[in-house]
């Protein structure tokens, strides 16, 4: 790009590809280029007042501030920025121009743990909805195994990491020993990437500190509703954020529902006090639903409903492995899209991994209201819906 191409832009002003700005502002230019490189592309021009267009030049020595933008370049991202750098002498300064490249790498590019993305005039970081969007564009897929931007063995917690190791039967002291890092990497708690050890999305949502701190793991938890009534129309009566690592997402889930209340049954004249539904039950579809999620559907959360009629938990993805809903409800060989959390979650004694969960669960429901619960895929949409009924009405699903 020429300067003819760049006082032309200057011109028109300040759109989806272009961004003018005053002076040379790190933080705020790196977000601009951040911005450009993750959409699609753009021109950043430096020394051009972003409101009134006037072209005021930069002070100071051209190849000092070549050489610092170069840097933000190379260094200011998690990734290099593909740009070409121009300048040109307007009065005592110098107008500088960066042409930005659409980025097309495995991930997208951040600044810190932000990511930034071009709408209109402004950079802004992507909803939930728009960063799945750009996640699949780029490829990317995030599964138990990835490593998370920017993490590191500080985010483990050791002293946890230790504890299940030595419920699974293994004494991390036993001669050789490995260094700690090597052995977290062993276990696929941190994995190294480039030249530095950074933390897996099992590692995180097992062993780590704040599970849901990051971008990518920011939805990975269970929301839960419930409502006056047998539709999503009807009011919100209370929710909760079950947050946490794995098995505090399940905990959290069942203390919520079982706060809700409990029905009352009456035997001769005397009363007797039941859960809405079967703890069995409920805690293996928790389970289920938060072991065998879809990772790589970044924007969406476990929801748990409870109506007056059912309890539904639809979960992110599909059934692993392409098994069926009959053969799943059948009690079919398991198969395990996420076997390393599967394997923490038998290990902490929340599942077996048999194949039982399923007959459990029928049972569980015929022996407490005689009812059967259901089980749906939509793998157009993307989810799998598990519907407790409370009574017979709800048995077609919600």
Known sequence: MEWGDVARRIEAGEDERTEFKRLFEPEKCARALCAFSNSDGGVLVLGVDDDTR????IDGDPESLSERLTGLLQSGLSGPVHARIGRHPVGGGWVFWLEVRSQ???EPLRRGPRIFVRRGRANIEPSAEELQDLLNRFGYILTEEQTLLGTSISDIDVGRFEAFMTK???DLT????????GDLQTRAVLAQRESCHEATLYGILCFGYRPQSYPQTHYFWVDCVGYAG??????VIQSASALGRLDDQVDRTLDWLRSLGRQERYASVLREDYPLVPDVALREVIVNAVCH????????????????????VTSPGTLPNHVTPAVAMAGGHPRARNGLMVNFMQTMRYMEGRGRGWPRIRRAMREYNGLVPVLEEERGGRWVRVTLPLRASAQTGS
């Open 54 to 57: 006037a072209i005021h030049g």
């Open 104 to 106: 097309r790498s495995f």
């Open 168 to 170: 699974s039967g293994i």
């Open 174 to 181: 036993e001669e050789p020993r490995l260094s700690l890092t």
């Open 230 to 235: 047998t539709d999503r129309a009807d009011d």
């Open 293 to 312: 999620r879809d990772y790589a559907i970044v924007g969406s959360k476990v929801l748990v409903e409870v109506f007056d009629d059912r309890v539904v």
